[in-house]
């Protein structure tokens, strides 16, 4: 089994910044791409980013590209640093991993198979 627990969200004001944790234990296999989605409520779960442990393959959503960073440690953390924030990035963020063969499927949270408990996020205006 795969253990993720989110860390970091909070309440900040727009144009603020704030900066994710994802904590991963248990049967990690560093071939799993790891990713971030978020969730605002009535809404769809909207894929945020995601990369592979090499590092060298990152992916974003349309609408971080330029304010978010994924990034990871060796020690099986995965940090989303979000700057420029929004209003419309309010949502509860979940981290998650899972056996994804294709980058173009990264970006797609039905193909991820373990998911963190998911840390709230809120942007005032």
């Known amino acids: 089994q795969v253990r993720l627990v989110e860390s970091g969200g909070g309440l900040v004001q727009a144009g603020a910044s704030l900066r994710l944790s994802c904590a991963a234990s248990?049967?990690?296999?560093?071939?799993?791409?790891m990713g971030w989605f978020r969730q605002a409520p009535g809404e769809e779960r909207e894929f945020v980013a995601a990369?592979?442990?090499?590092?060298?393959?990152k992916y974003y959503g349309d609408s971080v590209k330029g304010r978010f960073s994924i990034s990871r440690d060796a020690d099986y953390t995965m940090h989303l640093q979000m700057n420029a924030l929004k209003p419309e990035d309010t949502a509860v963020y979940y981290c998650?991993?899972?056996?994804?063969?294709?980058?173009?499927?990264?970006?797609?949270?039905?193909?991820?198979?373990?998911w963190g408990q998911g840390t709230q996020v809120t942007v005032s205006s």
């Open positions: 998650a991993t899972g056996d994804i063969a294709t980058d173009q499927d990264m970006t797609l949270w039905r193909a991820y198979d373990y």
């Open positions: 248990g049967r990690i296999f560093t071939r799993f791409p």
């Open positions: 990369l592979r442990w090499s590092g060298q393959h």
